[in-house]
């Protein structure tokens, strides 16, 4: 399998700035590999909220992971503050492949990955077709 190389900032669409935290940093010293995973999870979902597209407490549909990577470049450690960019590489009808892109200082990731939400019936966990309002929001992004 080949790694693949760093994205510059530029290859993101949307921002979300966030800080490191003590807890953050295994005993190696650096910012342990789960937590770019929050990451994503925050930078994707804090987005769609804010933009309308998803409200996790009344909506009629959930988007469920069904598939992460994360590639690692570059070291991250407390106290610093990280961009987390986003952008989507594929809609379909019921799924989304979003990407994203981590950064420190400078403008190569640091870390680079992507999620893959299904989105289904918030009861019967069924997979449903993406409401207009978030394909309009995801469309933004592509």
């Not at 909506?59 to 690692?72: D, K, R, W």
């Not at 610093?80 to 009808?93: E, I």
């Not at 190569?108 to 449903?128: E, I, L, N």
């Amino acid at each position: 399998m080949n790694k693949p190389l760093p994205q510059p900032r530029s290859a993101y669409r949307v921002w979300r700035t966030i800080s490191t935290r003590w807890m953050d940093n295994d005993a190696y010293g650096h910012v342990n590999n789960v937590v770019y995973y929050s990451w994503f999870d925050t930078a994707v979902n804090a987005y769609l909220i804010e933009q309308g597209a998803l409200d996790v407490a009344h909506g009629a549909s959930i988007g469920l992971v069904v598939e992460t990577h994360c590639s690692y470049f570059a070291p991250l450690s407390f106290p610093q503050t990280v961009d987390v960019g986003l952008r989507v590489a594929h809609r379909g009808t019921s799924s989304v492949r979003y990407e994203l892109g981590i950064f420190g200082t400078g403008d190569s990731a640091a870390a680079q990955g992507h999620f893959v939400h299904v989105y289904v019936d918030a009861v019967t966990r069924k997979p449903v077709a993406l409401s207009p309002s978030l394909v309009s929001v995801l469309d933004a992004l592509l």
